[in-house]
């Protein structure tokens, strides 16, 4: 199970007329706004964006100052791939350390969609454990340090983490090549939001 929420993209104006400054050719540029302050690219500025995007990683350097901030909601096992990419990415993430006790735990907090049955079972008597751990640690005011540590090393790797991300056009596209054909389904829905990011196909992929 993933989620990802509250997208939001920036800086397409400055980051195209920085592309310009090699050749001082800012006099094309014919990008405007829409009545709702979404950005919309002129056919010269799309053009130029694509031919760079084509060109390779040294002369797409404007892609890197397109920024996204997004809300991922994923499980354990999710951010683990994620994390590989570290380099231009920044996020911040629901305190397991800090809020692990704070709510009772519920099937809900978990990726379930593709346990089988009898594996839900299963969850669901170490979900009683880690409650039954997470009373005693709360009843002992946060005292008892082997109850908390029980809850984290117990804690499942389906257990769902929210993040708040920043990185940029640069980021997703390295992530996208990398994890399209992944085995993991959560790969595949960010993949699809990928592609659905304001002219992202329409720079990197302008063919399909």
């Not at 690219?41 to 130029?48: A, I, V």
């Not at 890197?64 to 994620?82: G, L, N």
């Amino acid at each position: 199970m993933i989620k990802l929420e509250r997208t939001a993209v920036v800086n397409f104006e400055n980051a195209i007329r920085g592309a310009r400054n090699p050749l001082a050719s800012w006099e094309r540029m014919d990008s405007s706004f829409d009545k709702d302050n979404n950005f919309i690219f002129g056919p010269n500025d799309l053009s130029l964006a694509q031919k760079l995007c084509k060109a390779g990683s040294d002369h797409r350097k404007f892609v890197r100052q397109i920024f996204i901030s997004v809300d991922i909601t994923a499980p354990i096992y999710w951010w683990k791939e994620f994390d590989t990419y570290k380099v231009g990415t920044v996020a911040n993430s629901t305190s397991t350390m800090h809020k692990i006790h704070a709510k009772p735990f519920e099937l809900s907090d978990f990726s379930t969609d593709h346990m089988k049955p009898s594996t839900i079972e299963c969850l669901k008597v170490v979900m009683k454990e880690l409650e039954e751990q997470r009373n005693i640690f709360i009843a002992d005011k946060s005292e008892n340090k082997d109850a908390w540590y029980s809850i984290i090393q117990l804690l499942p790797e389906s257990y769902n983490q929210t993040r708040t991300v920043t990185m940029n056009y640069e980021n997703v596209f390295a992530q996208y090549n990398s994890r399209r054909n992944h085995k993991l389904a959560e790969w595949h829905t960010y993949c699809d939001w990928v592609m659905e990011l304001p002219y992202f196909k329409d720079m990197f992929f302008p063919e399909n």
